[in-house]
Structures are given as structure tokens and as C-alpha cells.
């Protein structure tokens, strides 16, 4: 008995003391198992770069045509222009539509960096969504974006290249 009731005595003042300490200021949550991996898990979903999180075929191919068309620097013209058309013409968007996904889509590119020097994690999320029909579709939209302003670049047909040997083949839906 007297040991059971020294136990109870341990918790209690271990107990009271986190307590203290808790109202002190100091937080000593971190040591709890359970909600480290909770909050590990959670800043892993959360905290990852966005251009990574991408789950829809159509999202990842805009981004790979954006980077193709700020390869060499920043978008032209006439590489806005075709891509509009393209979102019109492939993905059957409204013109609104399309300038919505251009502008997301020039938003997660950024600096480019890393989208351009991890395309797998870029297209990991969204593999398994693509069809054969929208492999084709994505690289025929390269090879337009690549081409908007003439000749493409060496840049510009070494980052296709990459691109397509990331590309998935399956058999899925279409857009």
C-alpha cells in the first residue's frame, strides 16, 4: 500500500509541476509521442512548396508549359498569347478560365527553381491521373509553347526533353 500511494504521490507532483510550468511560459508538449508525429505529419502536408501538392493532371501541364515559356527569362507575348489558346483549345477552358489558371500557374512556378530541378516531385502527385490522350496533349503543348517565338532555345529543348521523360503513360480519363 504505502508503495502505490508513492507512486500516486510522484504523479500528482509531476502533474502539478507541468502545470507550473505551463503557466510559466514554458511548454513542454513537444515531448509527447502522439502529438509530435501529428505535428509532424501536418507540417510535412502543410509546409511543403506548393508547386509539389499539385493532384490534377491539367494544373501539373500548365505549370510544365509555364516553365517552358520562362526558361529563357521572362514570358513573351506571343508565348502568353499561344498558351491562352492552347487552355482554350486543349483544356476547353473560357478565356477567364484560362487566364486564371495562367496566372495560379505563374504564381507556383516562382523562380522557377524548384519546379525546373525536381520535375518528379512536381508531377508525383498527379501520375497515376494521367491518360495517354493527356500525355499526348502535354506534349504537343510543349513543343507549341517551346516553338511561340520561332526556333526553341537550347534550354527550351533540353527542359521538353526532361519533361516528357517524366511523363507517365496510361490509360485514364480524358481532360
Known amino acids: ?19 507550473r510550468l505551463q503557466e510559466g511560459g514554458i511548454d513542454i508538449g513537444w515531448l509527447n509521442p502522439f502529438s509530435w508525429k501529428r505535428r509532424r505529419d501536418f507540417r510535412k502536408k ?3 512548396l506548393p508547386a509539389y501538392s499539385i493532384e490534377s493532371p491539367m494544373d501539373a501541364a500548365a505549370l510544365f508549359l509555364v516553365a517552358v515559356a520562362k526558361t529563357d527569362g521572362e514570358m513573351s ?11 482554350e483549345t486543349e483544356f476547353k477552358l473560357s478565356n477567364q478560365e484560362g487566364k486564371s489558371l495562367l496566372g495560379a500557374s ?19 502527385r498527379s501520375y497515376e491521373s494521367f491518360s495517354e490522350e493527356q500525355v499526348d496533349s502535354v506534349k504537343y503543348m510543349l513543343s507549341e509553347v517551346a516553338k511561340a517565338e520561332g526556333e526553341p532555345s537550347l534550354e527550351q529543348s533540353k527542359l521538353v526533353k526532361e519533361i516528357l521523360g517524366v511523363l507517365p503513360t496510361s490509360e485514364k480519363a480524358k481532360w
Open 1 to 19: 500500500m504505502h508503495i502505490i500511494l508513492g507512486i500516486l504521490g510522484v504523479v500528482v507532483t509531476i502533474l502539478v509541476l507541468m502545470n
Open 46 to 48: 502543410f509546409e511543403a
Open 77 to 87: 507575348k506571343e508565348q502568353k498569347t499561344r498558351i491562352l489558346q492552347l487552355f
Open 106 to 124: 505563374v504564381h507556383l512556378f516562382g523562380r522557377g527553381d524548384e519546379v525546373i530541378g525536381n520535375l518528379k516531385a512536381v508531377i508525383a
